[in-house]
């Protein structure tokens, strides 16, 4: 699962998120999916770890574990 500060840290980029994919190697329509929460990508996905390196945000912070999404409901 991903980790909302990763999905924050996306959103509040200084790019719009179509530039952001773009430069990540990605489509729009890719990011758009992931920031939505339409499309929850595992550990090891390609296209987090390209949006990871392109904001240059931590990929062992960019999951969280089940049990710690529940626990922050």
């Known amino acids: 699962m991903l980790n909302k500060k ?4 996306l959103k509040e ?3 719009p998120l179509h530039q952001i994919a773009w430069e990540s190697g990605l489509t729009p329509n890719q990011v758009y ?3 939505c929460g339409i499309e929850r990508p595992h550990r090891g996905c390609p296209k ?3 949006l990871c390196r392109h904001l240059g945000f931590p990929l062992e912070d ?3 574990e089940i049990r710690e999404a529940i626990n922050e409901k």
């Open 13 to 15: 980029s200084e790019k």
């Open 48 to 50: 987090v770890e390209a």
């Open 62 to 64: 960019a999951f969280q």
């Open 6 to 9: 990763f999905l924050q840290a």
């Open 33 to 35: 999916r992931i920031s």
